[in-house]
């Protein structure tokens, strides 16, 4: 599978940006999806990640601000970022896997599938 990740951008604080990830093939339904980023200097970490039965689940630095969803007709996974903080300045990038153990979704070595990541940026 291949992911095409987009909607990234310069957005100042309190504000929202939208991210895509399109993903090619005709299984995205079988498809564990996610998002992670990465701060420069920083390891890659999890974000939000959305199931085959489209359960979701965020990392506790954006619960409640951030909003993963899925779009089986047009093979795209969403990321809604709202109250945007300058913390949250990173380069985010999609995830997929077709037999992702749930007790591992936190985990990038999870996932084996990426896209190209976009970057974000949160002005103060």
């Known amino acids: 599978v291949q992911l095409q990740a987009s909607g990234g951008g310069l957005v100042q604080a309190g504000g929202s940006l939208k991210l895509s990830c399109a993903a090619s093939?005709?299984?995205?339904?079988?498809?564990?999806m996610g998002w992670f980023r990465q701060a420069p200097g920083k390891e890659r970490v999890f974000v939000a990640t959305?199931?085959?039965?489209?359960?979701?689940y965020y990392s506790d630095s954006v619960k409640g601000r951030f909003t993963i969803s899925r779009d089986a007709a047009k093979n795209t996974v969403y990321l809604q970022m709202d109250s945007l903080k300058p913390e949250d300045t990173a380069l985010y990038y999609c995830?997929?896997?077709?037999?992702?153990?749930?007790?591992?979704?936190?985990?990038?070595?999870?996932?084996?599938?990426w896209g190209q990541g976009t970057q974000v940026t949160v002005s103060s």
């Open positions: 995830a997929a896997d077709s037999d992702l153990i749930f007790s591992t979704r936190y985990q990038v070595s999870s996932y084996d599938y």
């Open positions: 093939g005709r299984t995205f339904s079988r498809w564990v």
């Open positions: 959305i199931w085959r039965s489209g359960t979701t």
